[in-house]
Protein backbone atom coordinates (compact mmCIF):
# COMPACT_ATOMS: atom_id res chain seq x y z
CA UNK A 1 0.00 0.00 0.00
CA UNK A 2 1.06 3.41 -0.67
CA UNK A 3 -1.04 4.86 1.96
CA UNK A 4 -1.93 8.32 1.66
CA UNK A 5 -0.22 10.13 -1.24
CA UNK A 6 -0.05 14.00 -2.05
CA UNK A 7 1.24 16.28 -5.14
CA UNK A 8 2.82 18.13 -5.60
CA UNK A 9 5.37 18.46 -2.96
CA UNK A 10 6.14 22.13 -3.57
CA UNK A 11 4.48 24.82 -5.48
CA UNK A 12 4.73 28.60 -6.26
CA UNK A 13 1.68 30.65 -6.99
CA UNK A 14 1.27 34.08 -7.64
CA UNK A 15 -1.41 36.06 -6.33
CA UNK A 16 -5.12 35.53 -7.93
CA UNK A 17 -3.81 31.87 -9.68
CA UNK A 18 -5.83 28.49 -9.11
CA UNK A 19 -4.36 25.39 -8.42
CA UNK A 20 -5.53 21.98 -7.06
CA UNK A 21 -3.88 20.20 -4.69
CA UNK A 22 -4.47 16.19 -5.39
CA UNK A 23 -4.78 13.64 -2.61
CA UNK A 24 -4.97 9.91 -3.33
CA UNK A 25 -5.43 7.14 -0.65
CA UNK A 26 -5.45 2.89 -1.38
CA UNK A 27 -6.73 1.82 2.17
CA UNK A 28 -10.48 2.30 1.28
CA UNK A 29 -10.61 4.45 4.11
CA UNK A 30 -13.83 6.31 3.70
CA UNK A 31 -13.41 9.51 5.35
CA UNK A 32 -10.44 12.24 4.38
CA UNK A 33 -9.72 15.61 5.41
CA UNK A 34 -7.74 18.69 4.03
CA UNK A 35 -5.79 20.37 7.05
CA UNK A 36 -3.62 22.98 6.90
CA UNK A 37 -0.40 23.64 9.18
CA UNK A 38 0.91 27.09 10.48
CA UNK A 39 4.40 28.10 12.29
CA UNK A 40 2.65 28.21 15.86
CA UNK A 41 -1.13 27.60 15.25
CA UNK A 42 -1.31 23.90 14.95
CA UNK A 43 -3.25 22.50 12.04
CA UNK A 44 -6.42 23.11 11.30
CA UNK A 45 -9.11 21.78 8.98
CA UNK A 46 -10.41 23.21 5.82
CA UNK A 47 -13.03 20.30 4.55
CA UNK A 48 -13.50 16.89 5.05
CA UNK A 49 -15.39 14.25 3.60
CA UNK A 50 -17.29 11.01 4.93
CA UNK A 51 -17.99 9.60 1.71
CA UNK A 52 -17.71 9.95 -1.94
CA UNK A 53 -20.29 12.54 -2.62
CA UNK A 54 -20.27 14.03 0.65
CA UNK A 55 -18.19 17.15 1.81
CA UNK A 56 -18.43 19.67 4.48
CA UNK A 57 -16.58 22.53 5.77
CA UNK A 58 -14.18 22.94 8.76
CA UNK A 59 -12.59 25.19 10.61
CA UNK A 60 -11.22 27.71 7.79
CA UNK A 61 -12.96 26.50 4.45
CA UNK A 62 -12.82 30.24 2.85
CA UNK A 63 -10.90 30.15 -0.54
CA UNK A 64 -11.04 26.38 -1.38
CA UNK A 65 -13.16 23.95 -2.46
CA UNK A 66 -13.43 19.84 -2.52
CA UNK A 67 -15.04 17.90 -3.74
CA UNK A 68 -15.16 13.48 -3.82
CA UNK A 69 -16.38 11.77 -6.70
CA UNK A 70 -14.12 8.38 -5.61
CA UNK A 71 -13.47 7.17 -2.52
CA UNK A 72 -9.57 6.98 -3.39
CA UNK A 73 -9.59 10.45 -4.25
CA UNK A 74 -9.92 14.31 -2.51
CA UNK A 75 -8.38 16.72 -4.31
CA UNK A 76 -8.17 20.54 -2.49
CA UNK A 77 -8.78 23.84 -5.25
CA UNK A 78 -7.86 27.07 -4.32
CA UNK A 79 -9.47 29.02 -6.30
CA UNK A 80 -7.99 32.54 -6.26
CA UNK A 81 -4.72 32.32 -4.30
CA UNK A 82 -3.93 35.08 -1.99
CA UNK A 83 -0.82 35.20 0.20
CA UNK A 84 -2.55 34.44 3.81
CA UNK A 85 -2.80 30.65 1.97
CA UNK A 86 0.60 30.05 2.28
CA UNK A 87 1.14 26.78 3.96
CA UNK A 88 1.52 23.29 4.58
CA UNK A 89 -0.82 21.85 3.42
CA UNK A 90 -2.03 17.88 4.89
CA UNK A 91 -4.19 15.44 4.05
CA UNK A 92 -5.63 12.63 5.81
CA UNK A 93 -7.86 9.24 5.60
CA UNK A 94 -9.32 7.31 8.41
CA UNK A 95 -12.05 4.75 9.12
CA UNK A 96 -14.47 3.26 11.73
CA UNK A 97 -15.57 -0.07 12.67
CA UNK A 98 -18.44 -0.80 14.69
CA UNK A 99 -18.33 2.25 16.23
CA UNK A 100 -14.80 2.85 17.01
CA UNK A 101 -12.69 5.36 15.65
CA UNK A 102 -8.96 5.25 14.70
CA UNK A 103 -6.07 7.04 14.12
CA UNK A 104 -5.80 9.66 10.95
CA UNK A 105 -3.19 8.63 8.33
CA UNK A 106 -1.54 11.72 7.07
CA UNK A 107 0.15 12.35 3.55
CA UNK A 108 3.48 13.78 3.53
CA UNK A 109 2.25 17.28 2.52
CA UNK A 110 2.15 19.87 -0.14
CA UNK A 111 4.26 23.44 0.93
CA UNK A 112 2.64 25.99 -0.88
CA UNK A 113 3.74 29.56 -1.22
CA UNK A 114 1.89 32.78 -2.41
CA UNK A 115 3.62 35.32 -3.62
CA UNK B 1 -15.82 26.12 19.77
CA UNK B 2 -13.94 23.30 20.99
CA UNK B 3 -10.67 24.65 22.09
CA UNK B 4 -7.50 21.68 22.57
CA UNK B 5 -4.53 23.75 24.63
CA UNK B 6 -1.08 21.93 25.15
CA UNK B 7 1.81 23.29 27.42
CA UNK B 8 4.44 23.54 27.71
CA UNK B 9 5.12 24.71 23.54
CA UNK B 10 8.38 24.04 24.23
CA UNK B 11 10.62 21.76 26.53
CA UNK B 12 14.21 21.78 26.67
CA UNK B 13 15.26 18.18 28.88
CA UNK B 14 18.41 16.08 29.04
CA UNK B 15 19.04 13.07 28.10
CA UNK B 16 17.67 10.40 31.03
CA UNK B 17 14.91 12.97 32.72
CA UNK B 18 11.18 12.22 33.03
CA UNK B 19 8.85 15.06 32.06
CA UNK B 20 5.63 15.66 31.04
CA UNK B 21 3.26 17.37 28.76
CA UNK B 22 -0.02 18.50 29.44
CA UNK B 23 -3.49 18.77 26.74
CA UNK B 24 -6.36 20.30 28.10
CA UNK B 25 -9.67 20.49 25.93
CA UNK B 26 -12.79 22.28 26.39
CA UNK B 27 -15.96 19.67 25.20
CA UNK B 28 -16.52 17.06 26.43
CA UNK B 29 -15.07 14.20 24.62
CA UNK B 30 -13.59 10.68 25.35
CA UNK B 31 -11.48 10.29 22.04
CA UNK B 32 -8.05 11.74 21.89
CA UNK B 33 -5.22 11.35 19.53
CA UNK B 34 -1.50 12.03 19.86
CA UNK B 35 1.01 12.58 16.67
CA UNK B 36 4.81 13.16 16.67
CA UNK B 37 5.91 15.39 14.20
CA UNK B 38 9.41 15.61 12.05
CA UNK B 39 10.85 18.63 11.34
CA UNK B 40 9.90 19.23 7.42
CA UNK B 41 7.88 15.29 7.47
CA UNK B 42 4.54 14.74 8.04
CA UNK B 43 2.43 13.28 11.48
CA UNK B 44 3.01 9.89 12.93
CA UNK B 45 0.38 8.65 14.92
CA UNK B 46 1.27 7.42 18.68
CA UNK B 47 -1.48 6.41 20.38
CA UNK B 48 -5.62 6.37 20.48
CA UNK B 49 -7.39 7.19 23.56
CA UNK B 50 -10.90 5.94 23.47
CA UNK B 51 -11.91 5.68 27.01
CA UNK B 52 -11.83 8.09 30.18
CA UNK B 53 -8.84 6.15 31.84
CA UNK B 54 -7.21 4.81 29.06
CA UNK B 55 -3.25 4.55 29.35
CA UNK B 56 -0.99 3.42 26.45
CA UNK B 57 2.64 2.83 26.78
CA UNK B 58 5.50 2.46 23.27
CA UNK B 59 8.63 2.40 24.48
CA UNK B 60 9.52 5.54 26.46
CA UNK B 61 6.30 6.92 25.79
CA UNK B 62 2.87 6.81 28.12
CA UNK B 63 -0.24 8.55 27.19
CA UNK B 64 -3.14 8.57 29.71
CA UNK B 65 -6.84 9.63 29.21
CA UNK B 66 -8.85 11.77 31.72
CA UNK B 67 -12.18 12.99 30.20
CA UNK B 68 -13.63 13.83 33.66
CA UNK B 69 -10.79 16.52 33.81
CA UNK B 70 -10.56 16.83 30.21
CA UNK B 71 -6.58 16.19 30.55
CA UNK B 72 -4.64 13.84 28.85
CA UNK B 73 -0.93 13.37 29.43
CA UNK B 74 2.08 12.58 27.37
CA UNK B 75 4.60 11.28 29.93
CA UNK B 76 8.63 10.95 28.80
CA UNK B 77 10.71 8.29 30.59
CA UNK B 78 14.51 8.69 30.24
CA UNK B 79 14.51 10.81 27.52
CA UNK B 80 16.94 10.07 24.49
CA UNK B 81 18.16 12.14 21.41
CA UNK B 82 15.77 10.51 19.04
CA UNK B 83 12.72 11.69 21.13
CA UNK B 84 13.07 15.20 19.89
CA UNK B 85 10.42 16.26 17.39
CA UNK B 86 7.15 18.04 17.65
CA UNK B 87 4.22 16.24 19.30
CA UNK B 88 0.79 17.24 19.09
CA UNK B 89 -2.56 15.90 20.93
CA UNK B 90 -5.70 16.43 19.08
CA UNK B 91 -9.38 15.53 19.99
CA UNK B 92 -11.93 14.18 18.24
CA UNK B 93 -15.65 15.12 19.52
CA UNK B 94 -17.69 13.29 16.53
CA UNK B 95 -19.87 10.05 17.50
CA UNK B 96 -18.72 8.57 14.93
CA UNK B 97 -15.43 8.33 12.47
CA UNK B 98 -12.49 10.88 13.48
CA UNK B 99 -12.67 13.42 9.94
CA UNK B 100 -12.68 16.16 12.39
CA UNK B 101 -9.83 16.42 14.69
CA UNK B 102 -9.11 19.76 16.50
CA UNK B 103 -5.21 19.71 16.95
CA UNK B 104 -3.31 21.30 19.70
CA UNK B 105 -0.87 23.92 18.72
CA UNK B 106 1.85 21.17 19.58
CA UNK B 107 5.45 21.12 21.94
CA UNK B 108 8.12 21.28 20.36
CA UNK B 109 10.53 18.55 22.34
CA UNK B 110 14.61 19.20 22.29
CA UNK B 111 16.59 16.46 24.08
CA UNK B 112 20.12 17.99 25.20
CA UNK B 113 22.85 15.08 25.89
Known amino acids: NAGVTQTPKFQVLKTGQSMTLQCAQDMNHEYMSWYRQDPGMGLRLIHYSVGAGITDQGEVPNGYNVSRSTTEDFPLRLLSAAPSQTSVYFCASSYSRAGESYEQYFGPGTRLTVT | ELKVEQNPLFLSMQEEKNYTIYCNYS?????LYWYRQDPGKSLESLFVLLSNGAVKQEGRLMASLDTKARLSTLHITAAVHDLSATYFCAVDIENFGNEKLTFGTGTRLTIIP
Open chain 2, 27 to 31: TTSDR
